[in-house]
C-alpha cells in the first residue's frame, strides 16, 4: 500500500513523539511491505515564527493531497503575548475547520501494567474500556461574537455558545453507530439544567436513540460525569457530549491510564483526510529535553492505519508492541514506578520498534514450522 501521510510537527515536545511515530511507521512499513510518503508543514507557534500565521495556507494544502494528517502539539509560553488571532491555537482550531474535522475520538483503555501509575486505586480502573465522542467544530471554541468589549461604561467579555442541530445529530449519531460495535450503550453529557443549548442536545439525543433500539441512551449531566469518570470509570462505553465538555473530560480521563501522555486521539472529517494527535499538550518544560513520552503520538499512528487505511493487522501491531514494552518493565518518566527502567523518548520508541520487528521474525519462523 502507498499512502500520502502529512506530517505537522507542531512545538514543543511536539516535534520529539512525532519524529517517534515517524520511526515506527517506517517500521511497520518494512515488516508489512507498504510505502508511506510524509509531507510536512508547520502548525501553531513555530509557523508564526518563519510566516507569521499559525496556519499557513500551505500547510492546509499539504493536508488536503494528503490521505491522513499527524499532528504533534501546538502551544508554549512562547506565544502568550500574541494577539488572540496570532495564538499557536488558533491554527488548531483553524484546521479542525478547514479540514471538517466534527468528530474526536478519544479511547480511553486500562493497562494493567501501569495500575500503579494512575492515582486511582487499581479496583476502580481495572478493565475500564471506553470512548470520549467530542463535538469538533461547534460551541464556545468556535461562536461568535468572542471578544472583549465594554457594558456600561465598564470592562467586559463575551463568548458565544452556538450549535446549529445538524452539528448536534451528527456526532450523536456517530455515537450510536460507535456503541452498537462495543456495548451498546451511549451516555450524552451535557448541562441540560441551565443550558438551552444543552436542552437541544438532550433531545436530539433522544430523537436518534429512537433509530437505535438495540443501544441503551443514559443522560448524564457534565458536573456528574466528571465525579463518575473518577468514582466509576467502568460504567461507561460510548461518552458523547459537546466540544468544551469534550475538552476537559478527555483530560481528566488521563488519570485513569496515568499519564496525557497516553492518549491518543482521532479527528474524523466529513470528506477530507482525518487527523490524529495526542491529546496532551507541547509540554514546554520539558520540551528538548528528550523525556517525553511518545506512546499516546505512537498510538495515535496506530489508529491513522486502522481508520484512514483500513490497516487493521498493522495497526494491532504498534499496540501490541506498546502493551508488551510496557509488560517488560520500560516507562517514561512520567509514568515510571519505583524499580522500572526509565527510558528516554528515543529508546522508548526504539523499543516499540523492536518489539514490531521481533513480531515480524517471531511469525517467520512460526511460518516456516506451518
Not at 515517524?22 to 511497520?28: C, G, N, P, Q, S
Amino acid at each position: 500500500m502507498k499512502k500520502k501521510i502529512a506530517v505537522l510537527p507542531g512545538d514543543g515536545i511536539g516535534k520529539e513523539v512525532t519524529r517517534g511515530a515517524i520511526e515506527v511507521l517506517e517500521a511497520v512499513a518494512e515488516r508489512y511491505d507498504h510505502l508511506f510518503q510524509f509531507q510536512y508543514g508547520e502548525i501553531g507557534g513555530s509557523a508564526i515564527d518563519k510566516t507569521g500565521s499559525p496556519l499557513p495556507d500551505e500547510t492546509t494544502e499539504i493536508c488536503r493531497s494528503s490521505d491522513a494528517v499527524l499532528l504533534g502539539a501546538v502551544g508554549g509560553p512562547a506565544w502568550d503575548d500574541q494577539p488572540s488571532n496570532l495564538r499557536p491555537e488558533r491554527g488548531l482550531l483553524k484546521i479542525r475547520k478547514d479540514l471538517n474535522l466534527y468528530a474526536n475520538l478519544r479511547p480511553i483503555s486500562y493497562y494493567a501494567s501501569l495500575s500503579e501509575a494512575s492515582p486511582l486505586r487499581k479496583e476502580i480502573i481495572e478493565e475500564v474500556d471506553f470512548v470520549i465522542v467530542r463535538e469538533l467544530t461547534g460551541g464556545l471554541y468556535f461562536g461568535k461574537p468572542s471578544e472583549r468589549t465594554t457594558y456600561k461604561g465598564k470592562e467586559a467579555v463575551i463568548d458565544t455558545l452556538f450549535y446549529q442541530k445538524e452539528e448536534i445529530s451528527r456526532i450523536i449519531e456517530l455515537a450510536f453507530q460507535l456503541a452498537r460495535s462495543r456495548r451498546k450503550k451511549v451516555t450524552s453529557v451535557d448541562k441540560a439544567n441551565v443550558l438551552e443549548s444543552s436542552r437541544l442536545w438532550r433531545e436530539t439525543a433522544e430523537e436518534i436513540s429512537a433509530k437505535y433500539p438495540d443501544v441503551e441512551l443514559e443522560h448524564m449531566l457534565v458536573d456528574n460525569a466528571a465525579m463518575q469518570l473518577i468514582r466509576n470509570p467502568k460504567q461507561f462505553d460510548v461518552v458523547v457530549t459537546e466540544n468544551m465538555f469534550g475538552d476537559i473530560l478527555s483530560d481528566e480521563a488521563s488519570v485513569l491510564t496515568g499519564s496525557l501522555g497516553m492518549l491518543p486521539s482521532a479527528s474524523l472529517s466529513i470528506n477530507g483526510p482525518n487527523l490524529y494527535e495526542p491529546i496532551h499538550g507541547s509540554a514546554p518544560d520539558i520540551a528538548g529535553t528528550n523525556a517525553a513520552n511518545p506512546i499516546a503520538m505512537i498510538l495515535s499512528a496506530a489508529s491513522m492505519l486502522r481508520l484512514s487505511f483500513g490497516l487493521t493487522e498493522e495497526a494491532e501491531a504498534i499496540e501490541r508492541a506498546v502493551k508488551d514494552v510496557l509488560d517488560s518493565g520500560f516507562r517514561t518518566s512520567d509514568i515510571s514506578k519505583t524499580g522500572a527502567r526509565t527510558l528516554t523518548t528515543t529508546e522508548m520508541v526504539a523499543e516499540i520498534k523492536a518489539a514490531i520487528l521481533d513480531q515480524a521474525a517471531i511469525s517467520d519462523i512460526m511460518g516456516a514450522y506451518a
